[in-house]
């Protein structure tokens, strides 16, 4: 079992920048995968960012060279940070961590972007 608790995310200006955590509870942190999704009203939550057990990334194309995730196996962390935002990147932002068939969710955290 493995249980997500956020932080970070809020209210910014266009061209900002914020940075999203993760602490991960439970053990094994370092096998799984994890990765923060996006989703907006109305749609089904998308794939912003992973970064695989062994620390390989991936990236939506709407936010390559602007955001990155990163992962600390000492501490059981996960982090996505977030630069030059647009409105459009405005979301509820969760973190997932899975690995075969075990999936697990952080509660989400609201990110505004507006001026």
């Known amino acids: 079992q493995v249980q997500l608790v956020q932080s970070g995310g809020g209210l910014v200006q266009p061209g900002g920048s914020l940075r999203l955590s993760c602490a991960a509870s439970?053990?094994?942190?370092?096998?799984?995968?994890m990765g923060w999704y996006l989703q907006t009203p109305g749609k089904q939550r998308e794939l912003v960012a992973l970064?695989?057990?062994?620390?390989?990334?991936n990236y939506a194309d709407s936010v390559k060279g602007r955001f990155t995730i990163s992962r600390d196996n000492t501490k059981n962390m996960v982090y996505l940070q977030m630069n030059n935002l647009k409105p459009e990147d405005t979301a509820v932002y969760y973190c997932?961590?899975?690995?075969?068939?075990?999936?697990?969710w952080g509660q989400g955290t609201q990110v505004t972007v507006s001026s």
């Open positions: 439970g053990s094994g942190f370092s096998f799984y995968h």
């Open positions: 997932n961590a899975h690995k075969v068939a075990l999936n697990y």
């Open positions: 970064i695989t057990s062994s620390g390989s990334t």
